[in-house]
């Protein structure tokens, strides 16, 4: 059983910065891509960012990009979201997920962790 804890939310002003991180247990962690994923209240769950097995390939959704930046260390079995500039519509709980594969191309995922709240303030 694979379990995924993530950390890091927290309250922010607009502009601001967080970093949260998920931590993996297992030891097949560097075998699988990545994501992470954000529930608004109100709004269904989206995409925000994915990584391969090995960091060599990430993915971003549109309203992320050039602001967010999804990384991993597998010798922590840990992945990462570092968010600049953030904005009030940033507002939502965090998941972390694991990927069924460990590339991008058409990649579901098959555990998630509990989540973490961000919130932004304007």
């Known amino acids: 059983q694979v379990q995924l804890v993530e950390s890091g939310g927290g309250l922010v002003q607009a502009g601001g910065s967080l970093r949260l991180s998920c931590a993996a247990s297992g030891r097949t962690f560097s075998s699988y891509a990545m994501g992470w994923f954000r529930q608004a209240p109100g709004k269904e769950r989206e995409f925000v960012a994915a990584?391969?097995?090995?960091?060599?390939?990430?993915n971003y959704a549109d309203s992320v990009k050039g602001r967010f930046t999804i990384s991993r260390d597998n010798a922590k079995n840990t992945v990462y979201l570092q968010m600049n500039s953030l904005k009030p519509e940033d507002t939502a709980v965090y998941y972390c997920?694991?990927?069924?594969?460990?590339?991008?191309?058409?990649?579901?995922?098959?555990?998630w962790g509990q989540g973490t709240q961000v919130t932004v303030s304007s």
């Open positions: 990584v391969s097995w090995n960091g060599g390939q990430r």
């Open positions: 997920a694991r990927g069924r594969t460990p590339y991008l191309t058409s990649l579901s995922y098959d555990y």
